[in-house]
């Protein structure tokens, strides 16, 4: 339990650390969340400022008794209430983080052993200095993924689940205080290696990226169908290895396209490169359009200023200065 | 598994809403769950058992409500039903559908003494 505001985050660790031990060891924020009297979330930031941000448009109706069913002593309330509306506020929130900062942030998704690791490996060396690159790296235990991906290049922070199956969206929140990626970068997230439990679990990414290895057979898509309907993106790895196995690229496609119409598909091998100008060119596009949203967003408040400054001026009221 | 964690959101929830409403036992529990959702309902009412232990709503009785899945087709220009993620459209075998309903994980309400 967090030692300053008491909520819980049950068991994940955030670079070895419980996140209660982490705001008391230091003075970096920590971001936890409250339910406020009215059922609205919100995040406080501790120690790093007074920012106050709402979990956008989530607010639970706990209704009064509408009627007693059998026994006096028993009553029925009515909830109507997403299971998962929590996780969503915080996802909401991380998405608006990232907006604000131009971040372009990705949720890598595939079963163990697709390539994940390595992809990430050869992107961030490919990348070199276009823009910044972070990574965000979850797993039961160790911190192999995290240490490889410094090692080529890249800050990372490593997210232990203990028992858990799954990134959600608040250990996302509590790894980004830590990490503070740079405005108009990069993040990908790599999520455990699971291919059912994490499509149930929005992160606050633009888009889930599965990925699926030409070895693991190609009607995965159909097997696994929740996972594919929510990708934004599915990349094919290990196509250097198509001649020594049975993978026709047209047919999981064709697949993953029944569960998820219109899905973009990227065949590529991380060990060769083949494939790989076709990844860079779509990760490009997703960092250039967050900028650009950044950049917009920004100009409509800089013009927003301009007409109050306007305003105040024509009531014969002084512009503040700076 | 992340049926788990689902359990564990219901239990908040129903916790919640219990000691607002004034009530000492959560004696019922009343989920919808979609037919083209991420749950398993055998798993999650397994998992309910294991999170409630000691909880308000320990031994709450709970009841699933599963809704059907269905599907706006491009080709047909009508919602369809649609029994799982990954089948055809039932009229004209299309693969080009848009999810309308079937995806749900609410709490509806529960039953509290």
């Known amino acids: ?322 | 598994m992340h049926e788990l964690a689902i359990a564990e959101s219901v239990l908040e929830i129903v916790e919640r809403t219990a000691r607002a409403s004034g009530g000492e036992r959560v004696a019922a529990v009343w989920l919808e769950i979609g037919a083209l959702s991420h749950v398993q309902p055998e798993a999650l009412r397994f998992c309910f058992d294991a999170v409630t232990r000691g909880s308000l709503a320990d031994h709450a009785r709970l009841e699933i409500v599963t809704t059907p899945g269905t599907a706006w087709c491009m080709p047909c220009s009508e919602t369809v039903p649609l029994g799982s993620l990954g089948e055809a459209c039932p009229r004209c075998g299309s693969y080009q559908l848009a999810v309308s309903q079937g995806e749900e994980m609410r709490v509806k309400e529960i039953e509290i003494t």
């Open chain 1, 1 to 322: 339990m967090c030692t300053t505001c008491g909520c819980n985050d049950a068991n994940a660790l955030i670079e070895g650390k419980a996140p209660a031990s982490r705001a008391a060891d230091d003075s970096a924020s920590h971001e936890h969340w409250h339910q406020h009297a009215d059922g609205t979330w919100h995040s406080h930031v501790h120690g790093g400022g007074s920012a106050h941000r709402a979990g956008a448009g989530y607010v639970p109706r706990a209704l009064a008794a509408a009627h007693a069913p059998g026994t006096a002593a028993s009553r029925i309330v009515q909830i109507e209430e997403d299971i998962l509306a929590k996780n969503g506020a915080i996802a909401a929130y991380n998405r608006g983080y990232f907006a604000d900062h131009g971040i372009f942030a990705l949720n890598l998704v595939s079963s163990p052993g697709s390539g994940k690791t390595t992809l990430l490996e050869k992107t961030i060396s490919a990348w070199g200095r276009r823009t910044p690159i972070a990574v965000i790296e979850g797993d039961q235990q160790t911190s192999r993924d995290a240490d490889r991906v410094r090692a080529a290049g890249a800050d990372a922070v490593q997210i232990n689940t203990g028992k858990g199956c799954h990134l959600d969206a608040q250990m996302v929140c509590h790894a980004l205080t830590q990490l503070a990626p740079a405005d108009d970068s990069l993040l990908l997230i790599e999520n455990v290696g699971n291919l059912v439990c994490p499509s149930a679990f929005d992160l606050g990414e633009a888009h889930k990226v599965v990925i699926l290895s030409v070895t693991e057979g190609e009607d995965k898509p159909l097997k696994y169908p929740d996972m594919f309907h929510a990708a934004g993106l599915l990349v094919i790895n290990k196509i250097d290895l198509l001649p020594y196995v049975e993978f026709s690229v047209e047919t999981a496609s064709s697949y993953a396209r029944r569960v998820r119409p219109g899905l973009e598909v990227l065949a590529l091998s991380a060990q060769t490169g083949a494939g790989f100008e076709q990844w860079l060119a779509w990760l490009e596009r997703g960092v250039r359009t967050a900028r650009a949203r950044r950049e917009a967003d920004v100009d409509q408040l800089r013009r927003r200023i301009a007409e109050l400054e306007t305003t105040l001026a024509q009531r014969g009221v002084a512009a503040p200065p700076g």
